[in-house]
């Protein structure tokens, strides 16, 4: 997993070179407010993003959703579901509403990846099964007080953690979890943060960002990228459970002639970069 990892990251270097937006010097969601000089630096807020896989196609497909094109940060950008961790993700009594084996720190962190599930594409996991969920008044975590299950936080395989890089107005630290659902599960817009549900295969996703049909930002590139080197989804699985997730902060420069890269560890001029 590793190899394929560092891989990837060589790859998603590479890619900035093209004619995709973001790629380009007079803008895109990454680079049209980027200030790698500023003097204050943001904060990255955690974030939590779930890839959603399911047996069918060949090898597999992985759910796939378009962000608002109004969004302030990767407007019109196809993206897994997930999205910044809530105040109520870390509360006192969230730990009752997770099952989870591992150290309760990352329970906030796992709350967030399925409750952004479920309120943007429907699908909520508890430790009964996985279903659909409406968002009734009071959202998940109310639903399930009142009906006495428990999110499946043993669910998520905990893969990589990008963080946004500096110089950015809004910044994220995101981990990343992969989720198996059945072929069947029922899958809906939210219609406000996210549109467009679409299961793809990851060769698919990456042929559609290469053809300028779909923005796709690195690390979701990263991660199509990794997919798409499986054999199958058993595959996948197990590496990920054998291998700790690797952290990547990117860093952006700009070269003489005003063009913006992002540089991942291992490439050329990562070292010098402004940090």
């Known amino acids: 997993m590793a190899v394929i990892h560092r891989r990837s990251?060589?790859?998603a270097r590479r890619s900035t070179a093209d004619t995709r937006p973001w790629a380009q010097p007079t803008g895109g969601p990454i680079f049209d407010f980027v200030d790698p000089a500023a003097p204050v630096e943001v904060i990255p807020r955690p974030a939590a993003t779930i890839i959603v896989l399911r047996r069918h196609g060949d090898p597999f497909e992985v759910l796939m959703v378009r962000r608002a094109r109004e969004a302030t940060f990767m407007g019109g950008a196809h993206v897994f579901p997930g999205g910044?961790?809530?105040?109520?993700?870390?509360?006192?009594?969230?730990?009752?509403?997770?099952?989870?084996?591992?150290?309760?720190?990352?329970?906030?962190?796992?709350?967030?990846?399925?409750?952004?599930?479920?309120?943007?594409?429907?699908?909520?996991?508890?430790?009964?099964?996985?279903?659909?969920?409406?968002e009734p008044a009071g959202g998940l975590y109310r639903t399930l007080e009142a009906t006495g299950r428990r999110l499946d936080g043993d669910a998520l395989l905990y893969v990589s953690n990008w963080v946004t890089p500096r110089g950015l107005p809004k910044r994220f630290d995101a981990r990343f979890y992969l989720l198996e659902v059945p072929a069947d599960v029922v899958v809906r817009s939210d219609r406000t943060e996210v549109y467009d549900p679409v299961w793809v295969t990851p060769r698919r996703a990456l042929a559609a960002a290469a053809a300028g049909e779909w923005l796709v930002e690195v690390p979701t590139r990263a991660q199509l990228e990794m997919l798409a080197t499986a054999a199958d989804l058993d595959g996948v699985l197990s590496v990920s459970r054998r291998v700790a997730p690797a952290r990547t902060e990117p860093r952006i420069v700009r070269d003489s002639q005003g063009a913006w890269s992002v540089l991942l560890p291992g490439?050329?001029?990562?070292e010098e970069a402004d940090r």
């Open 267 to 270: 490439d050329p001029g990562f």
């Open 84 to 134: 910044a961790l809530d105040p109520d993700d870390a509360a006192p009594g969230t730990g009752a509403l997770v099952q989870w084996s591992g150290d309760s720190a990352e329970v906030p962190w796992r709350a967030a990846a399925l409750r952004e599930l479920a309120e943007e594409v429907g699908i909520v996991v508890t430790v009964g099964g996985i279903g659909h969920f409406a």
């Open 9 to 11: 990251q060589r790859r």
